[in-house]
């Protein structure tokens, strides 16, 4: 046992010794048998939260560490891409991503959808296709139909809109020395941030995706009780191990979970190797959120009834409650509705699940529910954000009710997939029971204000907590509904959120000089760019992006521009952000972007929103941080900047942050510290020349991405002063005015 | 130049803009004044309903801050109203007032069942246990004013 990991189990054991001692307390003193209806189903759904809460912790006692093996060369591996009804464009993306993996493979198409057109264009992306007549066994079928015509030792699989990054099998098969090792599961990371599932905040620089503690936190730790399960896609199998139990199990229609439960029933090892790999698209709507949501839930209860953990041969201990918790935290939808409708229906009815709300339960309520909040945050590591996953509570719910009643009722599954389209318009339907639960708390709490008002019930406090409660729930619902029927004025693609340095120049305008921007967003069709002088609009821009090694040249449009009204006073006429469409960009330099997108962006990306850190760690680190001893504030603005080397442009790049004495910038080269630098700096005032030694430089992306941190020594007038090494205080002020001005960012 | 690519870039960047969406009922959801003129009908139907539902506790507390005598007839339309139903914990306090309107309305045996109502339903409660001794015992039914002070002291002394 690590120590470090003692203070999280402290609050465990802490929290759940709290929880036990309100329930006795619960069932001891406070049942109303004026209302046992209410009284026992609220105490239904606090004994099913203790039980949860109970599994959850269990399966986040410890993340097992892992490091990833030396690759071991000369293996034969084959990767399968299971696909169905998938947009070309989006297969493509994965398709190149897996073939450009550098251990040696070949790559499958396995198309179920039987499409003459893929299997031409398969060829073309260096993939081999493979379908079938009958469609039997959904994907499962689909992959034990490969598993049969082609015969590498180890298989891969992805699902058809996962993107591979180069290294995915580097970082994941030398696991495989270990011959018990059946499965090596990587997370699921998804790159369309707008989608529904996700929260971001660019101003803190955090994201908040509901799969996010499953993936970082629970399966890391479920690994350390060896159940960690392969998830359906970015995994990687032992062949051996597969023919052992006859092949990707059939059966269910989550043939992922249920396939890992006969592989450990047969004494195989599972592994998670916790380092973002791939990414996929996440589901864009409500809808199709939905009908995973529905897919996932009714296919693991239903393992109750095929394979159930708790009785199956050959399982650990461990184990079985790990692969418990996974069904019976499906089951959640039933106490969650009784916590939502429950404070509404004491208002309405009158009838109190609770003997009386006097001082003796309301401390030790109130004791409980800190414990609780806090002791679920603090042992969560920084990956449970309440707030948050009660809303998604709020809108799943009653999912989770139907895929229970589903399999209560036995009728038969069918294996659906998830659309990744376009984004589509909230449908209705699916906020029907966020839309009542939000009309019966609201109603709920009129009714028990117009009790108190006309004194038909002078019990203020089971009324307020009542009200109190009846708001929570109320406002989750409301702020749900509000999210899910925003307007979505989104693109058909998602644009990859990261800056990276343009140069731009208008060939119809004689006297146009070229400039550098820098973008806020890209995609293989366009960019948002942020430029210091103005651009025409509906006329033809050249373009060079700075992508690593790269300069991609190409003529775009601007199709919109940014408001005034986004801008503040001071950059009025000096700083511009348009929307610009790539003109004919060829296959290859959309491939192009893409691959830099997938390898360079995403990772940045992460690492730079993805820190997770606990609420309280958080605090500690505000206080100790660095940067409040800066004297002079680094702001986080994004400008391109370009070093030179002998008096040559030698790397374009865009800042991370800057002050008047220094700045940081992302690398895709290492550069040695100590280093002196000779650096020009575009600002929406005009060009800052300098010179400046390199102080810090850390790797932050493996092999790809370096942070660098600048410490001027002089400012220059400008270019030919670069060499002449002369001091000038103008620029200095100039930049020191600019840097006063600016609030925050740039963009 | 700038100055003129601006002015022109102003001049075409509405007609450039995404397209606005038609009303669909999404939108329609989202809209202020359907949200508003729906609340305002749904919290109206919710307080009718709440008069009909409490017509008797909202007549009982007009009664019980009215200063003057209370309307006989109304009184005893409210107690026939109230004695048929089984009051719970949390109708104690209504009954209360009751007993209180008709004490008021000279109405005291009426009163007294209405506290017997009361103490059946919390025979924990001294203050009304007292006051139901004294009306008792006001009325001249001193066998069952006696019980009500022997618990009275049992409970003191105890």
């Known amino acids: 046992m690590k120590v470090r990991h003692i203070p999280y189990q402290a609050a465990i054991i802490i929290t759940l010794g709290v929880y036990l001692y309100y329930l006795i307390y619960r069932i001891r003193y406070t049942i109303n048998p004026e209302s046992l209806i209410l009284s026992l189903s609220f105490l239904y759904a606090e004994a099913h939260g203790f039980l949860a809460l109970f599994l959850f912790f269990f399966q986040i006692w410890q993340p097992a560490a892992r490091k990833a093996p030396p690759p071991n060369f000369g293996l034969s591996v084959d990767v399968y891409i299971p696909t169905y009804n998938e947009d070309i464009s989006i297969l493509r993306k994965t398709a190149l991503g897996c073939v450009n993996m550098r251990y040696p493979h070949t790559t499958y198409i396995l198309d179920d959808g039987n499409r003459p057109e893929l299997a031409k264009i398969a060829e073309s992306w260096g993939c081999k296709y493979i379908t079938r007549q009958e469609r039997k066994d959904a994907k499962a079928g689909n992959l034990n139909n490969a598993l049969r015509s082609t015969n590498a030792d180890y298989v891969v699989i992805f699902d058809a809109d996962f993107v591979p990054q180069p290294n995915f099998l580097d970082k994941t098969i030398g696991y495989f020395r270990d011959p018990k090792v059946a499965f090596v599961q990587t997370p699921h990371n998804y790159y369309n941030v707008d989608s529904f599932q996700f929260r971001i905040n660019k101003k803190k620089e955090q994201f908040w995706n509901e799969q996010d503690i499953f993936y970082k936190l629970m399966m890391p730790c479920r690994d350390y009780w060896n159940s960690t399960f392969f998830t359906g896609s970015a995994a990687v199998f032992r062949r051996q191990a597969l023919e052992d139990i006859g092949g990707i199990a059939t059966g269910n229609i989550t043939e992922d979970i249920n396939t890992t439960i006969l592989l450990y029933s047969r004494g195989w090892k599972g592994i998670y190797h916790n380092e973002v790999l791939s990414n996929g698209l996440a589901a864009k709507d409500l809808k199709n959120y939905h009908t995973q949501l529905l897919r996932w839930a009714e296919g693991n209860i239903g393992l109750l009834f095929v394979n159930n953990p708790l009785f199956i041969k050959g399982l650990t201990f461990s184990q079985r409650v790990c692969f418990f918790a996974v069904i019976f935290g499906w089951l959640i939808g039933f106490p969650k509705l009784i916590y939502f409708i429950l404070p509404p229906i004491m208002l309405l009815s009158g009838g109190y699940p609770i003997g009386s709300f006097d001082f003796c339960f309301i401390w030790r309520y109130a004791m409980f529910l800190g414990v609780i909040l806090i002791g679920f945050k603090f042992a969560c590591r920084g990956y449970g954000k309440i707030r948050y996953d009660e809303s998604y509570l709020m809108m799943n719910f009653f999912i989770f009710i139907k895929a229970a009643l589903k399999n209560i009722l036995r009728m038969r599954s069918v294996f659906k997939v998830t659309g990744k389209g376009l984004q589509a318009s909230a449908n209705l339907v699916e906020i029907i029971p966020q839309s009542l639960v939000c009309l019966i708390c609201f109603g709920g709490i009129a009714w028990g204000w117009l009790k108190l008002y006309y004194g038909v019930s002078p019990d203020f406090m089971g009324i307020g907590v009542a009200i109190f409660w009846s708001f929570v729930n109320g406002f989750l619902a409301i702020s749900g509904i509000e999210l899910v029927t925003r307007p979505y004025f989104k693109r058909k693609e998602f644009r990859f959120v990261g800056a990276i340095p343009v140069r731009y120049s208008i060939p119809s305008v004689s006297d146009s000089i070229s400039n550098v921007g820098v973008s806020r967003d890209l995609n293989e069709h366009g960019i948002s760019l942020v430029t210091f002088s103005p651009l025409p609009m509906d006329k033809k821009i050249s373009l060079s992006l700075y992508l690593n090694e790269n300069i991609l040249s190409c003529n775009a449009t601007a199709l919109y521009t940014a408001h005034e009204g986004n801008m503040p006073n001071y950059l009025h006429n000096k700083m511009f952000i348009y929307g610009l469409k790539f003109e004919d960009l060829s296959r290859d330099e959309m491939d192009l972007i893409n691959r830099y997108c997938f390898d360079t962006i995403i990772p940045r990306f992460l690492q730079k929103f993805g820190k997770k850190s606990s609420v309280f760690l958080k605090i500690f680190y505000k206080f100790c941080n660095h940067e409040r001893f800066r004297k002079h504030v680094r702001k986080k603005i994004t400008i391109p900047l370009i070093i030179y080397n002998n008096g040559k442009p030698f790397l374009t790049a865009v800042t991370n942050d800057i002050s008047v004495v220094g700045l940081s910038f992302t690398s895709y080269v290492p550069l040695e510290s100590g280093t002196i630098l000779s650096m020009e700096i575009f600002t929406p005032f005009g060009k800052c020349f300098v010179e400046g030694e390199i102080k810090q430089m850390r790797e932050i992306v493996a092999e790809n991405s370096y942070f660098v941190g600048i410490k001027f020594s002089h400012f220059f007038r400008n270019q030919e002063y670069v060499c002449s090494m002369s001091v000038r205080k103008d620029d200095k002020e100039s930049l020191e005015r600019w840097l006063k001005i600016v609030a925050t960012g740039n963009n | ?158």
């Open chain 2, 1 to 158: 130049m700038q100055r003129e690519i601006i002015k022109e870039n102003y001049a075409k960047k509405d007609a450039n803009r995404f397209e606005t969406l038609p009303m669909n009922s999404t939108k329609l959801i989202r809209s202020k004044w359907f949200i508003a003129t729906f609340f305002f009908f749904y919290f109206g139907i919710l307080w009718g309903f709440f008069q009909w539902v409490y017509k008797s506790e909202i007549l009982l507390r007009s009664l019980y801050k009215s200063n003057g005598p209370p309307d006989s007839d109304q009184v005893v339309m409210l107690y026939n109203s109230m004695m048929k139903k089984v009051p719970g914990r949390q109708d104690v306090n209504a009954y209360y007032r009751l007993g209180k309107i008709l004490t008021k309305a000279e109405k005291r045996k009426e009163a007294i069942k209405v506290l017997d109502k009361i103490i059946k339903t919390t025979p924990e409660n001294q203050r009304i246990r007292l006051w139901l001794a004294i009306e008792l015992y006001n009325q001249q039914r001193y066998r069952e004013a006696e019980k009500h002070f022997v618990i009275l002291l049992r409970n003191k002394t105890g």
